[in-house]
């Protein structure tokens, strides 16, 4: 009853397919990682025939666990040359979930210039020519909508996509329809716009809870979970209170909130983009406090901003989303940003990878510093297919390339977000090593380095950062293949019982006697493939690396420098074995 | 008596420094590619302060030798990521060598901002603010020789290495003080740029020709070497007659001439850019035919091209200029050509990777296919730094990347100049290999593949490629070590008595004992360098292969693909032990 939707986008069938055995046991980042390594020639061209793009729900996808309905997108990253997973809230995760899809794997090419559009029902799938491209996300789901009705779920890209640039990112529907979740970092929605794949609609209908092994230990283990949720202050109030944006003035105070392209760690209007003012202004304009974005979400980290009319403006920008426009390039004006959201929203692009850009680019002069309508104006830009447009849309590394600026805060293609790695040193660590390029999620060092959640290491010095990250590398990629959002780690890193939870849903769901360390395992066996992947593809441990000017130029105000070095940092993967 | 010049740009100090043992009997790319493997750190930003850029003039540059007065220019590349050698024509090189000078190597970079220029004299050499900054190449030179005067010779950046782009190249001036000969490929004005070096200005007087162990040897050497240079058609007649143009006719007749972004090996227009016509123009005109670049050119493949009222409207464009602005991009316009090439070299940029790029973006939709005012337009732009021209003078893998382009004829991030590898086939295996990116120029297989110099091996079968393509890539090196123009290969590979000429010429130079097998030596010495440098910056052998739809896709009129698979490829260098 579990199959994978096998799609040509060259000849146009769908096939749903038994699973094959070395795929078995797999879900979300695990699967989609694995299909693109044996799948994807690692050479190939991203945005090529050759490339696959594959959509996974995790291991815990539609179950009644809390959080657990995230969708994994795979393939090829055209931003960083390497394998990608990036994933997603919003409806479609647990949708395909329901509906015995555990993965969609789209493959090949349509004839350029022509768009589809992906119908999923239960047991049937089908292409049909699209009746939105052109159009960008909100008023492509709305036709949609209209077309396909309340009940589906959808997947789109916005004209970024269309236009195949590497920030382009893939948009989900959230429980109200609106295309705000996306699986942004990497460029996914290059790839599905190359495949000429406009959107997927999902129709949950006739699907069902996946079967589980054992039901009375499933909902036992889920409860505990949910106890364990509720419990922690941050998954159960702090996020829902001030969302990510809680952490501007976090880091503002620990003086690793990069301002000015990451020339200080402190930015004097902090307070101007802080959780604590979204919160007071969405009470005040009648907007929503603690808005979950999937199903089954218990943490409800999002809102809904009203503009100053009280009429709908944009979701609550992410603490990255808030900095990359904020901070790092000089925009005090939580509206200004809160629109830029939804631009990027409605476009399709990463926040973090057009944010840092602005910021890049003003560095080169190609924006003036802190000119919030150049900015935009430039957000626009994307969506027309302006030069600049293009640039900003291909995310920093092409927009400090074109800009001719030296110091781009970038890994393997891709921005660093949110956290200076000289004052965050366990996420610097993470940057340089991660097989994703630079990304915060994928090993959340902030948790002991800020949070003093899962411990506590001094940010600023360099001992246990190379251990902290491993280990939350590690662990992240066992999330990511649950289906679990990431915040539920703080659940899991501080509160005893989350984890040994966790590993008794996956056990009484599959009739697994998994333990601890079989998860530990499993995040080893994921980041290996992956790292085997990125060698094929000619990604090395030099690349491992970040930008010379953090070990360079010291931070104020601690002027410190990211001084782990690059044999340091080539320890990360110690299980690797590193043959090429 | 021969020394080092190395010039920090930081702390603005010059000193005349002893050869270091180690760089004993290295000259040209030997010396440069050993010193930028030996000194700079392989994964610093190439527009940081940790790159170096070292000019070099070959072994018997100074010399009475024909032809050996070439500029060997070698830096971390900002457009490959890897080790880059560009050599260029023009007087600084034998200027260079008649002051001793066998290096000049620029650390550190200055003030953000601050331009400077270089005076180098016979035992002096000064850091001064600059004039010129801000200005193109052409009226850059003028205003030097202004106040530096006709004896002097120049390397200049135009303004695309002001703005650190990534085609960005390296200017040196002819012997009529034109800036018309570039270290073109691989962004090496970027780094110029990057340092706050506008300008270098070599003042000859008091310099002299090198020293010889042994004259009355080298002179007959000398002599056999220019004869055979006068024996062999294309050295003596053919370039000197229609310059590198005389090939744009013979590519079109092996269908190995890329046209419309390499979708066809044939351009219906071909005799309106051949060389045949840029002679007759040039003639009808009153311009002048044979031109040599610098002092002791034999071979002379270059002119000078009137404008139709007989103005000076630029040097001779080369085969792969024409071949760039002209079939791949559908302008059968030689007067627009030149007047692009005329700008490429005032602005300072790649004709290749620029050219490239025009067809790329309109393949992408950036510019009308076949459109001359629109790439006049964008040709302009790259000087006034507008986002389109920016991006266009970044090169075609940035072009591709921005406009969406799937079919991007570049490899490590160089792009594939005028010779279709589906129909050159030992060129395809040197675009695929070279540590350079793809290079003709770095085995220049056309020579067995179409002109039968050096034998005669089919260019639509694989037998034979790899061997070819290994051979002249170890030649190359060894060519671009001694200072000699690239073309004295035509005589080495079929004139029995060129190479032994130029050994011996080395021999009495330096009081060797070399055969020939020593400059088969040297040559995999230099190439063994720089791999080893490109795998320490992260280049594996995954990054040897042609874009996949050079293998997917067929090319008319022979409908052959690129079949030398991937595993063939990586035997080329089957001297190198590949470790990391």
Redo the contacts between chains.
């Keep these: 009853m579990f199959r994978f939707l096998r799609v040509n986008m060259a000849t146009k069938t769908c096939v749903l397919e038994e699973i094959p055995q070395e795929y078995a046991g797999l879900g979300g980042r695990a699967l989609t990682s694995t299909i693109v390594a044996r799948e994807v020639?690692?050479?190939?061209?991203p945005?090529?025939?050759?490339n696959k793009l594959v959509f996974a729900p995790g291991l815990l996808g539609a179950t009644n666990s809390p959080n657990a309905n995230r969708l994994s997108v795979g393939c090829k990253s055209?931003l960083t040359e390497g394998i990608k997973e990036s994933n997603a809230g919003g409806q479609p995760g647990g949708h395909l979930a329901r509906l015995g899809i555990l993965a969609v794997i789209i493959e090949n090419m349509a004839e350029?210039g022509q768009w589809w559009q992906l119908e999923v029902s239960k047991d049937h799938a089908r292409l049909v020519p699209s009746d939105v491209a052109g159009l960008n996300n909100f008023d492509a789901v709305a036709n949609l909508v209209e077309k396909y009705g309340k009940d589906c779920s959808y997947i789109t890209i916005g004209r970024a996509g269309e236009?195949?640039?590497?920030a382009a990112s893939i948009a989900c529907t959230d429980r109200e329809l609106r295309p705000m979740r996306h699986a942004g970092r990497g460029g996914v929605g290059?790839v599905m716009?190359?495949k000429g794949l406009k959107a997927i609609i999902v129709n949950p209908e006739g699907g069902k809870n996946q079967p589980l092994n054992d039901e009375k230990a499933f909902r036992e283990a889920s409860k505990r979970f949910a106890k364990a949720l509720a419990e922690h202050p941050i998954t159960s109030k702090g996020l829902a209170d001030y969302g990510t944006a809680v952490l501007i003035n976090i880091l503002h105070e620990a003086g690793g909130l990069p301002t000015a392209n990451f020339t200080v760690g402190q930015f004097d209007q902090h307070e101007s983009v802080s959780g604590e003012l979204l919160n007071q202004i969405t009470k005040e304009r009648g907007g929503t406090v603690a808005h979950g974005c999937m199903s089954g979400c218990m943490i409800r980290c999002s809102g809904i901003l009203p503009d100053k009319k009280g009429k709908f403006q944009s979701k609550w920008p992410e603490y990255e989303t808030l900095w990359a426009f904020g901070p790092h390039s000089g925009i005090g004006d939580l509206d200004a940003i809160s629109q830029y959201d939804y631009l990027c929203d409605d476009i399709g692009v990463d926040t973090i990878d057009v944010g840092v850009a602005m910021g890049v680019a003003m560095a080169g002069g190609?924006i003036p510093y802190g000119d919030a309508k150049a900015v935009l104006d430039a957000m626009h830009g994307i969506s027309e297919g302006?030069?600049?447009g293009?640039?900003i849309g291909?995310g920093t590394a092409?927009t400090g390339?074109?800009?001719?600026v030296?110091r781009?805060p970038a890994v393997k293609g891709q921005s660093l977000p949110a956290y200076d790695p000289r004052a965050v040193k366990g996420q610097g660590v993470t940057y340089a090593t991660s097989p994703m390029g630079a990304d915060h999620t994928a090993g959340y060092a902030v948790t002991a380095n800020i949070l003093s959640s899962g411990g506590t290491v001094d940010p600023l010095k360099k001992e246990g950062q190379i251990e902290l990250s491993r280990n939350l590398q590690v662990a992240t990629a066992s999330v990511d293949s649950v289906g679990l959002c990431l915040f539920t780690a703080f659940a899991i890193l501080d509160v005893p019982d989350a984890l040994p939870a966790v590993v008794d849903m996956l056990n009484a769901k599959f009739g697994w006697q998994l333990t601890g360390d079989d998860v530990v395992t499993l995040g080893q066996r994921i980041l290996s493939t992956e790292i085997d992947f990125n060698?094929?593809?000619?990604?090395?441990?030099?690349?491992d690396?970040l930008?010379?000017?953090f070990t360079?130029e010291k931070l104020p105000p601690h002027n410190t420098t990211f001084d782990i070095t690059?044999d340091e940092l080539k320890t990360v993967f110690n299980w690797v074995e590193?043959k090429?």
């Design positions: 020639p690692p050479t190939c061209t945005i090529g025939p050759h055209p350029e236009f195949k640039l590497t290059a716009g190359s190609g302006t030069p600049l293009r640039i291909c092409t390339r074109v800009f001719g030296r781009v060698r094929r593809a000619g990604i090395t441990l030099a690349a690396v930008p010379d000017f360079d690059h590193e090429n």
